[in-house]
């Protein structure tokens, strides 16, 4: 039982990844250096923190993105 456990949790922690690099696909940044993808994500992560009107519009942005799916 522990080894299946131990498979899930490695299966879930696969899929999350991927589908965090498909964010990164979406957001037309797939041929950007790591290094810059990197600091744009440390960076909006320090100004969220410091920012709820930046966490705002940042989640805006991103669900009009996720709304266009389907056109």
Sequence with gaps: M???SSTDIR???T???I???G???KAGLRYEK???LLGLLIDAGLRIQADDAERVRLTAI???AFGRDGE
């Design 2 to 4: 522990r080894r299946s």
């Design 11 to 13: 299966r879930q922690d």
């Design 15 to 17: 899929r999350e990844k």
């Design 19 to 21: 589908e965090l690099g």
């Design 23 to 25: 964010l990164i696909v």
């Design 34 to 36: 790591r290094a810059l």
């Design 62 to 64: 991103g669900a009009g």
